[in-house]
């Protein structure tokens, strides 16, 4: 054989193909000068409540003490505010006593007795004034 017939053989011969896999269409993007940014809404701002400084866990009516929880630094001298239900009275802490001993300052997590002038009930909240 020739080569000329040779190159005309290898031409004639069947490729096997595989069928063409499905393409997704292409999107086209949009193109623009400048992006736009979505505009925030400011939120509106809540009224924060006064943090609890103390809860009552007991009150000893004959003597006029009540048994706080404390759950941020009470000092004396501080004005405080006793909340429960509709009933709120002011006064300042005048006298804190931890296991009958006198302190100037009750730190978190302590159960100190404070003498109070109204009588209050278990489960008021204390906020300063």
């Known amino acids: 054989m020739s080569p000329q017939k040779k190159k005309v053989k290898k031409a004639t011969k069947a490729k096997k193909v595989k069928p063409a896999q499905k393409k997704r269409p292409v999107k086209a993007k949009k193109k623009s000068a400048t992006k736009k940014r979505p505009v925030k809404k400011a939120k509106p701002k809540k009224a924060k409540a006064p943090a609890v400084l103390a809860v009552v866990t ?3 009516d004959r003597i006029g003490v009540a048994i706080l929880k404390i759950k941020a630094p009470l ?10 239900g509709t009933q709120e009275f ?17 730190k978190k997590g302590a159960l100190v ?3 109070v002038k109204e009588p209050v009930r278990v489960g008021a909240i204390v906020v300063p004034a």
């Open 75 to 84: 000092r004396v001298g501080e004005f405080v505010i006793f909340r429960r």
């Open 90 to 106: 002011t006064q300042p802490v005048s006298s804190l006593q931890i296991e009958h001993k006198a302190v100037s300052l009750a």
């Open 58 to 60: 007991h009150y000893y």
């Open 113 to 115: 007795g404070l003498k």
